[in-house]
């Protein structure tokens, strides 16, 4: 194989762009098996990416392309994760690649997510081969697409190739673009070895699968290798390549994507972005940029049924075996009872986890509302991190607390720019810059972190009736003036419904809240009060009404519908209620603080 003849590259997008589509038609050209089969067929992919139309994990397939000389290559496509919240995966996944196709659908145009993507790109030394895509739309204005591109991101308009996945328009000249554009990958095949590490996966049989790109060096069975970052050793069991699925090769040698197994049991030792060289002709530095997998959003799982809690710790155990980047620790509530404190990489990550505890696990969980990581320094000079608001301080005993920020950028139709400013401005948000973009405009924003966990992302789409879209990066951390709300029902404090919050929405959430819960704890036979306070002070309170028999009779003759919702609303609490004192509270109302209204 000769590394000339290799070009390793990945497709980046904006979501609904194209991606999936684009890559379906590629490997159908070359004589590969549809993206939806092969995933189906091979490695650890979820169902639930599926149903999402997301990629979590990045699946990379080797095809060969012959030219019509008869000249061979191989290209390996690496499809990378699709979502703000595998952003570090992302870039690692690409500086696995020497290029990019960059995809803009050319009714569209360029989108947040088709900025930052085209950033992490130009931050890898990539070479981008603009794609202006679904030129086959009535709405198609490929111009005007291209043209955006240079305007924001400086690509050339004229490099730019026009495709239509779907119609299967442009995909010769996209070949020929690969083979033309991208670079061979550079490496010495007779250094030590050099290799990154891109993703990985466990398997039962093998251990932890590590997906890598040989930089330099050659791998084979039997090789001792040692992983730089994490500094352990291992024996390579067996090397291969993706074709797609798992293929074993005889070996893998610098420019190469592959796999390599090598018997490594825990998957923390094999974390994204570290570096694989030999243990006796080590090489001398490790690739650049490894970050260990952190955690930045937290949140606390209890099962309904307290009964379940040895099933949950077993599930949590499965599921951690194979991702470095979740945790979790028992955690005990006087509401909930016994649980975890779980950690995730953000809020999709929580909701994917969730979902695969009950779908494959059949187990019904209560989750408390989700939380970031906060910096407190309390008067007494104890420093502490924590996600738990259980563990937040009142306020005589804060000196100072920090709270994570990000960078926020948002594209979006000039008409929206006031209310998605306003909307910024009640997040607490200050601009960094506004650019004009003919008839749209990029917002930057620093941002708490805190602000956009909630409701931000279904309101900045409601407010621009779906035509603004969003990415960001974490930044780092600033002070703020954060304090715990706690609520109580029937004179109870729940524990497991405190939030943390800026002081200035303190009174509004605490409204927000109580009302909710209000309105979704069934009545019972007496009035419950709900109270909201900070430190002991009431801020809000609200009551669940005494349950009257023509609750529902009320409702006849008048909307037949809202009927309908209310019985409907009483059967989904049933599904999920935990019993605080003798009021039995729905999941809803732990997480009462998300909801939109
Ligand atoms: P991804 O999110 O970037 O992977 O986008 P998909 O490939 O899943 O496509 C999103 C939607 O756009 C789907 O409904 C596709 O059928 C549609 N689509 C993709 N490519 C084209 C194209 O070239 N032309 C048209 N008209 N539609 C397309
Ligand atoms: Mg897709």
Redesign the pocket.
């Known amino acids: 194989l000769r590394p000339d003849h290799v070009r390793n590259f990945s497709i980046i ?1 904006h ?8 890559a379906d038609r590629i490997l159908e050209r070359l004589g590969a098996m549809g993206e939806r089969d092969k995933r189906d067929q091979t490695l650890d992919t979820l169902e639930l990416e599926r149903e999402r ?1 997301i990629t979590i994990k990045s699946t990379p397939v080797r095809l060969t392309y012959t030219r019509d000389n008869g000249e061979q290559y191989t290209f390996n496509l690496i499809d990378t994760p ?1 979502h703000v919240d595998f952003n570090y995966e992302v870039s690692r996944s690409l500086a696995a690649c020497e290029g990019v196709l960059l995809l803009v659908d050319a009714s569209q145009g360029v989108e947040a997510q088709t900025i930052v993507n085209a950033y992490l790109a130009i931050d890898n030394n990539l070479e981008i081969i603009p794609v202006i ?2 030129i ?2 009535p709405a198609a204005d490929p111009e005007n697409a291209a043209r955006e591109l240079e305007d924001v991101i400086g690509i050339p308009a004229s490099d730019a190739v026009l495709a ?4 299967g328009i442009g995909i010769p000249e996209i070949l020929e673009a690969i083979v033309e554009r991208i670079p061979p990958p550079p490496g010495d095949p007779d250094a030590p070895l050099k290799a990154l590490i891109f993703d990985s996966f466990y398997d039962a049989y093998q251990g932890v699968i590590l997906f890598v790109r040989v930089l330099d060096g050659t791998i084979q069975a039997k090789d001792q290798i040692v992983l730089m970052n994490a500094d352990k050793g291992f024996e390579v069991d067996k090397v291969g390549t993706f074709s797609p699925g798992l293929v074993v090769g005889q070996e893998l040698s610098a420019g190469a994507v592959g796999w390599v197994a090598a018997g490594i049991k825990d998957i923390h030792d094999a974390q994204v972005g570290d570096t694989l060289t030999g243990k006796e002709l080590r090489t001398t530095e490790a690739f650049p940029g490894f970050k260990p997998a952190q955690p930045v959003v937290f949140s606390g799982l209890y099962p309904t049924d307290t009964e379940d809690y040895r099933k949950l710790r077993d599930a949590l155990e499965k599921l951690k075996l194979n991702d470095a980047a979740f945790t979790f620790e028992p955690e005990t509530s006087e509401a909930l009872g016994f649980g975890f404190r779980c950690g995730f990489l953000g809020l999709l990550h929580a909701e994917i986890i969730q979902e695969r505890l009950e779908r494959e696990y059949d187990l019904d969980l209560i989750a408390t509302a989700p939380a970031v990581v906060y910096r407190v320094s309390l008067t007494n000079g104890e420093i502490f991190e924590t996600q738990n608001p259980a563990e937040f301080p009142t306020r005589d005993r804060i000196k100072v607390v920090e709270e994570p920020y990000i960078k926020l950028s948002i594209m979006l139709p000039e008409d929206y720019v006031g209310p998605v400013m306003q909307l910024l401005q009640e997040r607490r948000g200050s601009m960094i810059t506004m650019n004009y973009l003919g008839k749209r405009v990029e917002l930057l924003y620093d941002v708490p972190f805190a602000e956009i966990l909630y409701d931000f992302h279904d309101r900045l789409k409601s407010i621009s009736r779906g035509y603004a879209s969003m990415d960001y990066e974490q930044t780092g951390y600033r002070e703020g003036e954060l304090r715990k709300v706690d609520i109580m029902v029937q004179g109870e404090l729940v524990d497991a419904l405190a939030v943390i919050v800026h002081e200035d929405k303190a009174y509004s959430l605490g409204r927000k809240i109580v009302d909710k819960m209000a309105e979704v704890i069934p009545r019972q036979m007496f009035p419950v009060p709900v109270q909201a306070t900070i430190g002991g002070k009431i801020i809000a309170r609200a009551t669940v009404k005494a349950y009257r028999k023509d609750v529902l009779a009320k409702c006849y003759g008048g909307d037949i519908s809202r009927k309908k919702k209310l019985l409907e609303k009483q059967k989904k609490g049933r599904a999920r209620m935990k019993q605080i004192g003798t009021v039995e509270v729905p999941q809803e109302a732990f997480l009462a603080v998300l909801s939109t209204d």
Request: overall charge positive; proline content about 0%; cysteine-free.
């Open positions: 997008a979501v609904d762009h194209g991606k999936s589509t684009l139309g699709g895509n679904k086959d739309l239509s996945g779907k119609a």
